[in-house]
């Protein structure tokens, strides 16, 4: 049984001296694309009930799971939702499950990783497979092509990626970033309560902050959550005025650096859906 993560990974984990390399988890994650690929081509749809189709004799069961978002069962041969969270929530979960059960059932797979892995990383790369194995399933690649073809590399991509697939922006954001080739960051800002450091300050407001960030491959640069965007940015001007936007501009970065970058700020609802079009020769590490 495993918890899932919040986020799916935006990068492979750097092995240890003693411990595989990325190489090996990137054979890995391509393997278990593969596989859940796969199997989602075999199913009527994308739908609970049609996810669920390729998986003879295993019970779907919602039920309160406090702090967990869902679990599988090999034993009993049960999925299990977290009936208390969000329905897209509930979905990437699903999926993520499944794709527990795929892993279990590809013996070969199942046995390489048991080989270049072991303990608390072998835990930590199942998790991460099975997260590419979700996305795989709920982000068919024709899906993710059709929306760069249309829309490129840009916000508006990134909320029609994450609507059509009904899964979450972040979600959406990693699996939108692996298959960008230009240059881009992609970013989701909302706006998050303020702290306060002196209660003289008066009441704590709301500020516009980043909530997850994740670049195509190649990009080394990331935004960290909470990096607070700047009011006069077109990332803070698309949430005022509710209208997309397009810009020369720079990525706000935590330690003060503007890097400079094209912005595509698409506002969704009460946050703004962003991409970063870098330089094409990115030179720096990410960001400290």
């Known amino acids: 049984m495993s918890d899932v993560p919040a986020d799916l990974p935006t990068r492979p984990e750097t092995g240890t001296d003693s411990a595989p390399g990325p190489d090996a988890l990137a054979a890995a994650r391509a393997r278990m694309r593969t596989l859940a690929t796969g199997y989602a081509a075999a199913l009527p749809g994308r739908d609970t009930h049609s996810l669920m189709h390729g998986l003879d004799g295993v019970q779907l069961t919602f039920m309160p799971m406090g702090d967990r978002d869902g679990a599988f069962d090999p034993e009993h041969n049960v999925i299990l939702i977290n009936s208390r969270v969000r329905p897209e929530r509930q979905r990437f979960t699903l999926a993520h499950e499944i794709s527990h059960a795929l892993l279990l059932g590809d013996d070969d797979l199942l046995s390489d990783l048991h080989d270049a892995f072991e303990g608390d990383r072998l835990e930590q790369v199942i998790e991460t497979l099975c997260n590419v194995g979700a996305a795989a399933l709920l982000m068919p690649t024709d899906l993710i092509a059709g929306m760069l073809a249309r829309f490129g590399p840009t916000g508006r991509a990134l909320g029609e990626l994450a609507r059509r697939a009904d899964v979450s922006a972040s979600t ?90 094209q912005v595509d700020a698409f506002p969704d609802r009460q946050r703004v859906l962003v991409s970063f079009r870098l330089p094409d020769r990115p030179a720096a590490r990410d960001e400290a």
């Open 172 to 261: 959406a954001l990693y699996a939108l970033a692996e298959h960008t080739d230009a240059p881009v960051l992609y970013a989701v800002c909302a706006l998050t309560r303020a702290g306060r450091d002196d209660p003289d300050d008066g009441p704590a407001g709301k500020v516009l902050t980043v909530r997850v960030s994740g670049g195509a491959p190649g990009v080394k640069y990331s935004l960290r959550p909470g990096t607070p965007v700047p009011d006069d940015h077109p990332v803070a001007v698309a949430l005022d005025t509710r209208l997309p936007i397009v810009q020369d501009s720079y990525v706000p970065f935590r330690s003060g650096r503007r890097m400079p970058a």
